[in-house]
């Protein structure tokens, strides 16, 4: 028996060697390994692939941020999940009431959903940026108070640049700092795609000054529109339309795409098609942005995986979908967004089967650090290494961003760190793939210059 409790323990102690790779090929590493790995990973520039960061602001005695700032993205997912409804989350978001009311009210949601990782990052950005280890009765206010004291206008500089060690940030629409060389923009087309009434598409078209009557009168406004977005200097496209529809986008002839489109315009005011009947026009007109991003030769960002929130449908943003996609326009960079999850074992086959496919793990850090680690020993032992790329922090807040910047390092020096303990790896090659992962391949991928 003691023989055999031995023999557990010594195999429970190599558990993570079973689990990732047992295959050696370079020689096992100098002692210190370990230390020069993650000085590495902790100490290169990120380049941050996604983020929808707010504007800038300051604070002011009617306008300041408190707790609940940081609660409002992804945490409200947990804290919702956990039992909280919408609108009584939605009113913390208000003055409606004082920082310790609101503090009581999601306190009992918080207490049951603080182990999920959305809300582990929360925690680990309290306690690096505030020094506050817990967030609980006695700190809210201290929390709330060091926020607002926070936004003094040099806020989003100290956070992402001297913090963070972010080099470039890539955001999901807009220009508020386009000033900024650390900024650059994708941008979205899928007001274009999303259309189930013709009074959409009126509206769509009284927002670009084009009264539209035909389909090549449609296409020409979306022409002009991709265009404008060139001619602000936009770095790739972003769809993320799997949180409305499937991806799966057929390819349409022009034919059937008019006369859906068609129909759409002899249709009553207020009438509303069903998606089935209007999916023909919506895969054709996708097919036109995806060949604009080939004519102008930049990447196209897809979301993939989950979807924030709640009632939505998994196999929609199922990146097998895709793959006629990805056969069609082999001229089209495609990145597949947030790790895929739960669907990483797809991107493995699809990053390794198409030249033209790249994995970006945007947000996955944060969903599920395991999941993270987990896909990131499989793309590594499946997927070239100019294919991925390992952070985007994908909040809307710098707080939150720069948490998830922590968790994605980790991520990516535990993982190396492994790969080199069992000889799949050498230090050197796993300096080189941090490199790759963290910075350049998102560089060379968007031109950033």
Excluded at 244 to 267: C, E, G, P
Excluded at 340 to 369: E, H
């Amino acid at each position: 028996m003691k023989a055999l409790s031995v023999y557990l323990i010594i195999l429970l102690s190599l558990f993570p060697s079973f689990l990732f790779s047992q295959v050696q090929i370079r020689p096992l590493p100098e002692a210190g390994f370990e230390v020069r790995i993650k000085n590495f990973v902790d100490n290169i520039e990120l380049v941050d692939t996604h983020e929808h960061l707010m504007q800038e602001f300051v604070s002011t005695q009617k306008s300041a941020p408190d707790f609940m700032f940081l609660l409002a993205l992804y945490a409200d997912d947990d804290i919702k999940s956990a039992g909280m409804g919408k609108p009584e989350f939605a009113e913390l978001l208000t003055s409606k009431y004082t920082v310790m009311e609101k503090w009581n009210l999601v306190k009992p949601f918080w207490e049951m959903s603080k182990n999920t990782a959305y809300n582990r990052t929360v925690l680990l950005t309290i306690d690096k940026l505030f020094g506050i280890r817990d967030l609980n009765d006695d700190t809210v206010l201290l929390l709330s108070e060091k926020l607002k004291n926070s936004y003094n206008g040099k806020w989003y500089d100290y956070i992402l640049k001297e913090r963070a060690k972010i080099k470039y940030v890539i955001q999901d629409v807009g220009t508020e700092r386009s000033n900024d060389p650390m900024f650059r923009y994708v941008e979205k087309f899928d007001d274009f795609i999303r259309i189930h009434s013709k009074n959409e598409v009126l509206t769509l078209g009284s927002r670009h000054d084009t009264q539209i009557s035909t389909l090549d009168s449609y296409v020409e406004v979306l022409n002009r529109s991709f265009q404008d977005a060139i001619g602000r200097g936009i770095i790739g496209v972003k769809s993320a339309l799997a949180y409305h529809r499937i991806l799966k986008y057929d390819n349409v002839s022009k034919a059937v795409a008019d006369s859906v489109f068609a129909k759409l315009m002899k249709s009553k005011n207020g009438k509303v098609f069903a998606f089935e009947e209007v999916k023909p026009f919506q895969d054709y007109i996708m097919h036109q942005i995806i060949q604009l991003a080939g004519k102008y030769d930049i990447p196209f960002q897809f979301h993939t995986g989950l979807q924030s929130g709640d009632g939505n449908i998994i196999d929609n943003a199922n990146p097998s979908h895709m793959a006629n996609l990805f056969l069609e326009y082999r001229n089209v960079k495609f990145v597949l967004f947030h790790g895929g999850f739960p669907f990483g074992g797809i991107l493995s086959t699809q990053a390794k089967s198409f030249r033209n496919v790249y994995i970006d793990m945007c947000w996955s850090a944060v969903i599920s650090p395991s999941y993270s680690e987990r896909y990131l020993h499989e793309w590594i032992e499946t997927v070239p290494a100019n294919k991925i790329m390992a952070f985007g922090g994908d909040y809307d807040n710098v707080e939150n961003a720069y948490g998830h910047s922590l968790i994605a390092r980790s991520v990516v020096s535990n993982v190396l760190t492994e790969k080199v303990r069992t000889g799949y790896l050498s230090e050197n090659e796993a300096i080189d793939i941090a490199r790759r992962i963290l910075h350049d391949n998102a560089i060379n991928l968007f031109k950033i210059k």
